[in-house]
Nanobody, 123 residues
Framework: QVQLVESGGGLVQTGGSLILSCTVS????????MGWFRQAPGKERVFVCT????????YYVDGVKGRFTLFRDGTKNTMFLQKNNLKPEDTAVYYC????????????????WGEGTQVTVES
């Protein structure tokens, strides 16, 4: 059974920083991409960023480029999202996901999802 467990959400002031982490267990495929979606209050869930298996490729949507950074640990099963200069519009539930390839995120889908972690940015 594949499980994705997120942590690191919380309350932060505008301009502050947070690190989200996500650990995958039970996934038997030898390699997979990881990424984050987020859902703001009253809005649809949207794709935010993705990282390849080896960490060499990352992609960020325009609204977070230069502020968010993805990386994976040596086991490749844990992903971290460093979020700097946070803004109130970053307030959302953040969902960790996996995908066969990073380009699959262009379809707006993922194969496995975590339960989500709340990030609230106060102005």
């Amino acid at each position: 059974q594949v499980q994705l467990v997120e942590s690191g959400g919380g309350l932060v002031q505008t301009g502050g920083s947070l690190i989200l982490s996500c650990t995958v267990s039970g996934r038997t495929r030898s390699s997979y991409a990881m990424g984050w979606f987020r859902q703001a209050p009253g809005k649809e869930r949207v794709f935010v960023c993705t990282i390849s298996w080896d960490g060499d490729f990352t992609y960020y949507v325009d609204g977070v480029k230069g502020r968010f950074t993805l990386f994976r640990d040596g086991t490749k099963n844990t992903m971290f999202l460093q979020k700097n200069n946070l803004k109130p519009e970053d307030t959302a539930v953040y969902y960790c996901t996996t995908n066969t390839e990073t380009q699959n995120y262009a379809l707006g889908t993922a194969d496995y999802w975590g339960e989500g972690t709340q990030v609230t940015v106060e102005s």
